[in-house]
């Protein structure tokens, strides 16, 4: 990283500290929410921009682990702190069984991707069937005082949700950093250019792309577990949906695949975009049903057709970064 | 001389196509071994076999006395093995540096002392100039370069080139082969060497081994070898670059 780089990097942190002492709570809900998907999409970055391997199914991992942690603390009373830990094995369990299965009896690419969306889908179904999580009528986490912090059982104000995904977002942000300069990164991207050079080279291709899948399907456990105790109900119609998942690619590839810095800024564009669209058209008055799908639509096809590499490559070059 | 790989009786056909019929190759230890042909010999599969691409439908592979029929390419590679791809396959959204880096990893403790011994191979090669950028900017022959570079970082005992001459200007040429001979020389790499370009396999290779529909019809020095009568009808009286 060059110096220009840090001192921006720095600078924006100090910003995001800062923030919830200036924005209101509107705003602070849209920067929560950025911060979620650029959290989300780093974790599915690691195994698609960094390994290569597409997973249109993230929403499986986002599922399990809100499910996970929320069941522990509706019929237990145990804390987030605990079910995360639930959270992370079943979901480091499922996308091991999709590795093994995809990468033993060699379904890669598209084929590879379809798996995933099965999967995610018949989760979905077998939720629906769970009356013990509450089936298709949904679980709902009993909301506590908002006015007060409880760091035990993850219940607080706005604030409080906040600075939580600025964290993960900032360790997200160090941990593929060094990922991507430690030997599993080199590795994982000889195998996203060239799977067959990759193994030529003494790579055990197999165990390197079940490594990635183990750190994003961890991680992106852990995007559940915030997603449980911020929104209190969770429905499996809702989130195994594959709109959920391409919802959590959306931001990498907008901001750039396999970049540390693209999906953050991916996330964030995103957001504002679909916001912004949303406003202006109040603005405007235009009541036209399904515009907003569209002008948001048209502008990230602009985006791609302009920036096939993501947004994040074509400004660092421009303000002289690394990326 | 021990034999550092013996390919003893090997087959492979695809879906009917005898592709390597009953083949048999020793590569003493230490020795510059040549494997020439015409395109469809099916010499880059006796590579790709040796590599552990594809198994062999018969016959049996031996590196320094342990069979390596049935590993898989990158047990090969632990075996001692390096190769290169005929049909390039530079990691192209790396740096030549890196891309470099990626096969010195496997033998080197960390990253750092790995990107150490890819410098310096970048720089055997020729390619110092280039280390930062893309390899998908690179020209053919660069590539070709960066395929030997990258086997070698993984520091082999046996190095299997496929065409890595082709598309050389003569001089760049000779100095490959003299790269290849300083390498065989000071650090004993035994190496095997498919190639069209004569004027590289006369110069390097101390034995010759001839395919031809699959099978070898001809073995021995290279002096020999380009007077059999044989290899003369087949190969060697047409399209050879000299
Ligand atoms: N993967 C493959 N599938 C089908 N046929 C193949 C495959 N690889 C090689 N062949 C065929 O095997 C024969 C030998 O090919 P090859 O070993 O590449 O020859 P050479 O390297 O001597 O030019 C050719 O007829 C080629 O078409
Ligand atoms: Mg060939």
Known sequence: MN?????LLLALG?????????????????????????????????????????????????????????????????????????????????????????????????????????????????????????????????????????LANFRGPPIMYYYAMLALSAAALALCAWLLRSRAGYYWRAIREDEEAAQALGINTFRWKML????????????????????NNLFPEQIFNIGRSIEIILGPVIGGVGTLFGPILGAAVLTLLSDGITE???????????????????????AIMFMPHGIWPALARRIGVDR | MSAALEVRGVSKSFRGLRAVHDAWIDVPQGAIVGLIGPNGAGKTTIFNMVAGVYAADAGEIVFRGRRIDGLRPDQV????????????????????????????LHRAPNVSAAKKHAAEIVERLGLGAKREQPASSLTLPDRKRLEVARALATRPEL?????VMAGLRPTECDQMVEAFREINRAEGLTIMLIEHVMRAVM????????????????????????RDPAVLGCYLGEETEV
């Open chain 1, 280 to 302: 202006a058209l109040a603005a405007f008055g235009w009541e036209i049903p399904g515009i907003k799908q569209v002008l948001y639509g048209l502008v990230l096809l602009a």
């Open chain 2, 203 to 226: 110069a390097l290779a101390q034995r010759i081994v001839v395919l031809h529909h699959g099978e070898v019809i001809a073995r021995g020095a290279p002096g020999e070898v380009v």
């Open chain 2, 159 to 163: 190095l299997l080139l496929d065409e």
């Open chain 2, 77 to 104: 590679c632990a075996a001692g093995i390096g190769r290169t791809f005929q049909l390039v396959k530079p990691f192209a959204g790396l740096s030549v540096l890196d891309n470099v880096t990626v096969g010195a």
């Open chain 1, 3 to 7: 110096r220009r780089a840090a001192a």
């Open chain 1, 212 to 231: 990635a899948v183990t750190i994003s399907s961890a991680m992106t456990a852990i995007s559940g577990v915030f997603f449980a105790f911020y929104y």
């Open chain 1, 14 to 150: 100090a910003l995001l500290v800062a923030l919830p002492h200036v924005a209101g709570s509107y705003a602070l809900s849209v920067a929560t929410l950025i911060l979620y998907f650029a959290y989300t999409g780093q974790a599915w970055n690691v195994m698609m921009g960094f390994a290569g391997q597409l997973s249109l199914g993230h929403s499986i991992y986002v599922g399990v682990g809100a499910y996970a942690a929320g069941a522990l603390f509706f019929h237990y009373g145990i804390g987030p702190w605990a079910g995360l830990w639930l959270a992370i094995a079943l979901s480091v369990l499922i996308g091991l069984v999709i590795g093994f299965l995809a990468f033993r009896f060699g379904i890669s690419g598209v084929y590879f991707a379809l798996l995933t969306i099965a999967f995610a889908e018949f989760t979905r179904i077998g939720f629906d069937h769970l009356d013990w999580l509450g089936g298709p009528g949904g679980m709902f986490l009993k909301v506590a005082q908002r006015d007060q912090i409880d």
